[in-house]
């Protein structure tokens, strides 16, 4: 039975051991995950001064989507600070609910700042169309001064 046993090799001692198993390793090299971009911290301000939070009030309603993300980024504020300016602004009743749920926000004009936009507009119009009058007689006395 013990005959077909091969014969007993010499034992490694500890040292011998560790430096197989690190020569080894050194064949093999471990695979590396790829190295994963490091995204840019976003230094997006977590206070609104008076005038940020005038000019938000102003700019959100503008917006065509109105996402948490959006204005964060629009506005270069935190996530926690565009919640709850759109939620105070959809009880003003600027914006117009389409989904709310889970966290995610998602709103538009609400009809009666769509009628408040195309007034402005029109408003711009007529203003842009009294100066674009007195401009166009002016200029032609511009040319005319110019010429001579």
């Known amino acids: 039975n013990s005959s077909n046993m091969p014969p007993k090799k010499e034992q490694k001692t500890k040292e011998q051991k560790l430096a197989a198993a690190l020569a080894g390793s050194r064949k093999s090299k471990k695979k590396k995950w790829a190295k994963g971009r490091v995204k840019e911290k976003k230094n997006n301000a977590a206070i609104l ?3 940020d939070y005038s000019n938000a009030m102003k700019e959100i309603p ?5 996402t948490v993300s959006a204005v964060s980024e629009k506005l270069r504020i935190t996530g926690s600070l565009s919640h709850r300016l759109i939620r105070k602004l959809a009880k003003d009743g600027t914006l117009k609910k389409i989904y709310d749920s889970g966290g995610f926000l998602l709103y538009t004009k ?4 769509i009628a408040k936009e195309k007034e402005a507009a029109a408003k711009a119009e007529a203003a842009a169309a009294k100066k674009g009058k007195k401009g166009k007689k002016g200029a032609t006395k511009g040319k005319g001064k110019g010429k001579k």
Not at 62 to 66: D, L, S
Not at 110 to 113: E, I, L, P, V
């Open 62 to 66: 503008r917006m065509k989507t109105i």
């Open 110 to 113: 609400s009809a009666k700042q």
């Open 49 to 51: 001064m008076p005038e």
